[in-house]
T-cell receptor, first 114, second 111 residues
Framework: QKEVEQDPGPLSVPEGAIVSLNCTYSNSAFQYFMWYRQYSRKGPELLMYTYSSGNKEDGRFTAQVDKSSKYISLFIRDSQPSDSATYLCAMSVYSGGGADGLTFGKGTHLIIQP | DSGVTQTPKHLITATGQRVTLRCSPRSGDLSVYWYQQSLDQGLQFLIQYYNGEERAKGNILERFSAQQFPDLHSELNLSSLELGDSALYFC??????????FGSGTRLTVV
């Protein structure tokens, strides 16, 4: 079993729809959870960053973390064609000594149809 | 522009050769992380440096090595290159822990 599981898609939805992207993980030591957006093999761009369980909202994006279920989600409201990209979930264990690296999901390829 | 600078953007080289990839972190960031992204493996953590010292190793091959210099820029050295080393190599930086800011990557093609 991989540490982080993410459906690769593609996920195709019409413009204006609400998009739900999800990841599950197995390592209960993960404390920090991030969502990155990556266009056409460019550098990943940080969208959302959360530490605790619960919801965090930023504009059209909402990140949700459920540590008890080891499940994280990213919701995109009023989706736009420009949101078409690969969305990567990432998580880490932060030891406090600066020694850690991110574990990524494989990424979900999202297509927003005009 | 994320503030993390990677050079070169593209690199084509032959099997058996050695290359060096360079990364300049965002101003003020002390940690540098290297990642490899291939089509079948996704983004894989290679190695981390913090203020010049190696702090963590991930799935880094023995043919690969890295260092961080006093001005905090980092170099990733890849030697005895194989076709399977063709991938995107990303550098990320942070102050200490998460979140991390990524550069635009170096696309390495081994022929």
């Amino acid at each position: 079993q991989k540490e982080v599981e993410q459906d690769p898609g593609p996920l195709s939805v019409p413009e204006g729809a609400i998009v739900s992207l999800n990841c599950t993980y197995s390592n209960s030591a993960f404390q920090y959870f991030m969502w990155y957006r990556q266009y056409s093999r460019k550098g990943p761009e940080l969208l959302m960053y959360t530490y605790s369980s619960g919801n965090k909202e930023d504009g059209r994006f909402t990140a949700q973390v459920d540590k008890s279920s080891k499940y994280i989600s990213l919701f995109i409201r009023d989706s736009q064609p420009s949101d078409s990209a690969t969305y990567l979930c990432a998580m880490s264990v932060y030891s406090g000594g600066g020694a850690d690296g991110l574990t990524f999901g494989k990424g979900t390829h999202l297509i927003i149809q005009p | 522009d994320s503030g993390v600078t990677q050079t070169p953007k593209h690199l084509i080289t032959a099997t058996g050769q050695r290359v060096t990839l360079r990364c300049s972190p965002r101003s003020g960031d002390l940690s540098v992380y290297w990642y490899q992204q291939s089509l079948d493996q996704g983004l894989q953590f290679l190695i981390q440096y913090y203020n010049g010292e190696e702090r963590a190793k991930g799935n880094i091959l023995e043919r690969f090595s890295a260092q961080q210099f006093p001005d905090l820029h980092s170099e990733l050295n890849l030697s005895s290159l194989e076709l399977g080393d063709s991938a995107l190599y990303f550098c990320a930086s942070s102050d200490r822990g998460p979140p991390y800011t990524f550069g635009s990557g170096t696309r390495l093609t081994v022929v």
